[in-house]
């Protein structure tokens, strides 16, 4: 048997009329199967695009996109847009017939050959995603989050072997927003669904992805375990998008102890931390930002203002002299 690639896009471009940096530029990807694969940009660096062409709703100007082998056809070659293997969730739930019950907005995209199957089908997804008990609700008087979990419902009742998310957590409280990752990471698990996410929240994709791509005016500047980019991210950009980190000038990182060539040198907030018992007390508390288990501290010296983090919450106050201890940089 020979090893055919799931899900693979070879020099893809699609650029569009009229912007100078728009769309997505000569682009290699292979999507690992059943895993989380996330991609994560800034605001406008072609990760809705990118999606869009993987699932064929868009085509490439240049190269080509294979699936289990098979060319995806864009929009001009295919009558109904979009792979049949695939299904996409956005942010918008306007799909819903918020008149009808929820158990209906699922079951109804089922076919009616096989009564038996359709409800055991149903019941199997609304399981899956938490939302049984809300079989006889109309869809109307859901939150958002609950909308949400019909949506990706109904994206999963026909067992697509690729489920696509396009920052589909936006709308939804952070409160909830854990508990549908999880239970997301659980399909995937249970069934050997693969997910390829957009989404700019670092928190999100940290704790969901296998795999993250970032990208930046529509190329792929580094892909990783999230772990591995998070802890030694080879590109500023990188590092900015998962962390709210400092990034200090050359001749700032000097005030700091720190002698570099490098344009920049970055401090994660959990690489610094205040040590009161320190004679040389030159940092001032500017700012406590109390967290929960932890704290932000805004620390000033010369100008200069770090984000620390400290899980001692309550020992330090605004005015508070203190001594700072970098225990980690990077340089870029
Ligand atoms: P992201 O999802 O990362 O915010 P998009 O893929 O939506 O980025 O967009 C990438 C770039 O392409 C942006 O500069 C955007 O303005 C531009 N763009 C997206 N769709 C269109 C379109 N249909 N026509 C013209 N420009 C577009
Ligand atoms: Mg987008």
């Given at each position: 048997?020979?090893?055919t690639?799931?899900?693979?896009a070879?020099?893809i ?10 769309g997505?530029k000569r682009?290699d990807l ?9 991609i994560?940009?800034e605001?406008?660096?072609?990760k ?5 062409l993987?699932?064929g709703?868009?085509s ?5 996109i ?22 996409m969730?956005?942010q918008?739930?306007d799909?819903?017939?918020?008149y009808?019950?929820?158990?209906d907005?699922i ?13 055991e089908?149903?019941?199997q997804?609304?399981?899956q995603?938490?939302i ?5 609700k109309?869809?109307f008087?859901?939150?958002g ?11 999963l009742i ?14 939804v ?13 659980q399909?995937?698990?249970d ?11 670092p928190?999100?994709?940290l704790?969901m ?5 970032v990208?930046?005016?529509g ?6 375990h999230?772990?591995?980019?998070y ?20 001749d700032?990182?000097?005030?700091c102890?720190?002698n570099t060539r490098?344009a920049?040198?970055?401090i994660?907030?959990?690489w610094?931390a ?6 040389r007390?030159?940092?001032t ?9 932890y ?6 010296k010369?100008g200069?203002?770090?984000r620390?983090?400290?899980d ?8 508070d002299?203190?001594?700072?201890k970098i225990?980690?940089?990077m340089?870029?």
């Open positions: 048997m020979t090893d690639p799931f899900l693979q070879t020099a471009s699609k650029t569009y009329p009229g912007e100078r940096v728009a997505v682009t292979a999507i690992q199967p059943q895993k989380i694969t996330a994560i940009g605001s406008g660096s072609g809705s695009t990118l999606l869009r993987l699932y709703l868009l490439p100007d240049e190269g080509s294979h699936f289990k082998g098979e060319r995806i056809w864009g929009p001009e070659e295919k009558l109904i847009p979009g792979h049949d293997a695939m299904k969730v956005t918008d739930t799909g819903l017939n918020v009808a019950k929820v158990w907005n079951a109804v995209l089922m076919p009616n050959t096989d009564v038996g199957a359709k409800e089908r149903a019941t997804v609304l399981k995603l938490n049984l008990h809300l079989a006889d109309q869809a008087f859901l939150s989050g609950e909308k949400q979990r019909v949506a990706i419902a109904r994206a026909t067992r697509p072997e690729v489920l696509l998310l396009d920052e589909p957590f936006n709308q409280d952070t409160s909830f927003r854990e508990g549908l990752q999880q239970d997301i990471r399909v995937v698990h069934t050997g669904l693969t997910v390829i996410m957009v989404s700019h929240d928190a999100e994709v704790s992805a296998d795999e993250l791509i990208l930046k005016e190329q792929i500047i580094e892909m990783g999230p772990k591995k980019l802890q030694n991210p080879q590109n500023l950009y990188t590092a900015k998008l998962l962390t709210n980190c400092n990034v200090l000038a050359a700032e990182a000097k005030h102890g720190i490098a920049h040198v970055v994660y907030p959990e610094a205040p040590t009161g018992s320190w004679t007390k030159n940092w508390v500017k700012q406590v930002l109390f967290k929960g288990s704290e932000d501290l805004l620390v000033a010369d200069i203002t770090l620390l983090l400290n001692e919450p309550g020992k330090y106050n605004v005015g002299k203190v001594h700072i225990n980690r940089f340089e870029f």
